[in-house]
C-alpha cells in the first residue's frame, strides 16, 4: 500500500508542469482570481492527469506531449510569421484564377513521431501547401506552383521551422 | 493614448476583412476541387488569426482576451485536422486532377 | 452606428454569400469545404456580438462551436472516405 501511494506522489511530481498549465485554463474559465477558484481547479486537474496517467498512457505524460516552452514560442513566433507572408503570396493567384497544382512526394530529417506530427500539421497551416499523406519520415504534399522535375522535391518544406525542430530533436535525444 | 491602441486594432480588423473577403472570393472563382481548398481555405485561415489579434489588441490586458487566447489556439490545433481530414478523404476516393510524383 | 456593428454586418454578408458553395458544389468535397469555412464565420460573429454586448459567455458559445464544427467535419469525411463504414 506505501508503495502504491508513493508511486502515486512520484507521477503526480513528474507532471507539475502540466498541472500549472491547466489550473491556469481553469482560472481563465471561471473568471475570478480567487483562492476557491485556484484549489478548485488544482483538486480538477490532478484528478484528470492522474486518471488519465493510469488507464490510457501508461506512460510519463509531460515527457511525451510536451516540447519545452522556448522552443514553443520561437516555433508559434516563427509559424505566425511565415503564416502571414505566404498569405500576401497568394493573394495574386486569387485575382488572376488560374493555379497550377500537383501532389510531390518528399521527405523530412526528423524522425520522431510527434515532431513529424507537429512539422505536417503546420505545412497544412501555411497557405500554398496541404498535406495528404504520412508514411514514417515521407510526406506527400500538396503544392501549389511545384518545384520542377529537375529541381529539390524538398523546397515544399519551410526549411526554418524544421532547423527549430531538428534542434530541440538533437538537445532531447542528448538529455535521454 | 487609448484612441491610439482603438485605432491600431481596428486597422488591423480592416486588413483581416480583406483578407476573409479575398478568400469567399475566390471560392467561385477556381474550377477543381484541390485548387478550392489549396487557396481559398487557407486564405480564409489567415483573415480569422488577423481579426481576433486585432480583439485582443483592442480589449487590452483582460478575461476577455485571455479567452480569445484559448479560442485561437483551439483552432490553430484543430483547423489543419479538418483540411487534412477533407483531402485525405478525396485523395482515396481517387479524385485525381493530374500525375503525381 | 458604430465600428464594430459595420463589422458584425459585413462577416454576416460574407457567410450568407459563402453558402452558395455548399448549394451548387459538384462534388461532395465542396459541400464540406463550404461547412468548414462556414463554422469559422460563425465563430467570428459570436466574438463580435460579445464585443457589443460586453458579455463574456457567448464567447463560451464560439468554444462550443469550435468543438462542434470540428467533429461534424472530422465525421462527415470518415463516412465518405470509407463509404458508409464508420
Known amino acids: 500500500m506505501a508503495t502504491y501511494i508513493r508511486s502515486i506522489g512520484q507521477g503526480l ?56 516552452l522556448i522552443t514553443f514560442l520561437e516555433y508559434g513566433l516563427r509559424l505566425f510569421k511565415g503564416i502571414w507572408v505566404s498569405g500576401f503570396s497568394v493573394i495574386p493567384h486569387i485575382l488572376s484564377g488560374k493555379a497550377d497544382v500537383q501532389i510531390i512526394t518528399c521527405e523530412t530529417k526528423l524522425t520522431d513521431e ?63 | 493614448m487609448s484612441q491610439w491602441i482603438t485605432l491600431a486594432g481596428n486597422i488591423i480588423i480592416i486588413i483581416g476583412l480583406v483578407f476573409m473577403t479575398l478568400g469567399v472570393l475566390g471560392i467561385y472563382r477556381f474550377n477543381d476541387y484541390f485548387s478550392r ?17 486585432g480583439f485582443i489588441i483592442k480589449h487590452g490586458l483582460d478575461f476577455f482576451s485571455g479567452k480569445i487566447v484559448l479560442i485561437v489556439a483551439l483552432y490553430m490545433i484543430t483547423n489543419p485536422i479538418a483540411t487534412h481530414a477533407i483531402t485525405r478523404s478525396a485523395h482515396i476516393s481517387g479524385y485525381r486532377i493530374k500525375k503525381e510524383r | 452606428m458604430n465600428f464594430d456593428e459595420i463589422v ?18 459538384p462534388t461532395i468535397y465542396d459541400r464540406m469545404l463550404g461547412f468548414a469555412v462556414f463554422s469559422s464565420k460563425v465563430i467570428v460573429t459570436a466574438v463580435i456580438i460579445g464585443t457589443i454586448n460586453e458579455r463574456t459567455f457567448f464567447l463560451d458559445i464560439a468554444l462550443i462551436y469550435g468543438v462542434l464544427g470540428f467533429i461534424s467535419t472530422i465525421m462527415l469525411s470518415r463516412f465518405v472516405e470509407r463509404r458508409g463504414d464508420i
Open chain 2, 37 to 53: 481548398i489549396l487557396i481559398t481555405s487557407k486564405v480564409d485561415t489567415v483573415g480569422f488569426l488577423t481579426i481576433m489579434v
Open chain 1, 114 to 176: 510527434l515532431l513529424v506530427n507537429i512539422l505536417a500539421n503546420s505545412i497544412t497551416l501555411t497557405p500554398g501547401t496541404v498535406t495528404v499523406d504520412k508514411k514514417g519520415s515521407r510526406l506527400q504534399v500538396l503544392a501549389l506552383n511545384p518545384p520542377a522535375e529537375d529541381e529539390n522535391a524538398r523546397d515544399v518544406i519551410p526549411y526554418k521551422l524544421e532547423k527549430v525542430l531538428l534542434r530541440y530533436e538533437k538537445s532531447a535525444n542528448r538529455k535521454a
Open chain 1, 13 to 68: 511530481k513528474n507532471n507539475i508542469g502540466i498541472i500549472l498549465l491547466l489550473v491556469f485554463i481553469w482560472v481563465l474559465l471561471v473568471e475570478q482570481f480567487s483562492l476557491r477558484a485556484f484549489l478548485t481547479g488544482l483538486f480538477v486537474s490532478i484528478t484528470v492527469v492522474f486518471f488519465t496517467n493510469r488507464f490510457l498512457l501508461e506512460e510519463n505524460y509531460q515527457r511525451k506531449y510536451i516540447i519545452g
Open chain 3, 8 to 25: 458584425l454586418i459585413i462577416v454576416a454578408l460574407l457567410s450568407v454569400f459563402e453558402l452558395g458553395r455548399v448549394l451548387i458544389g
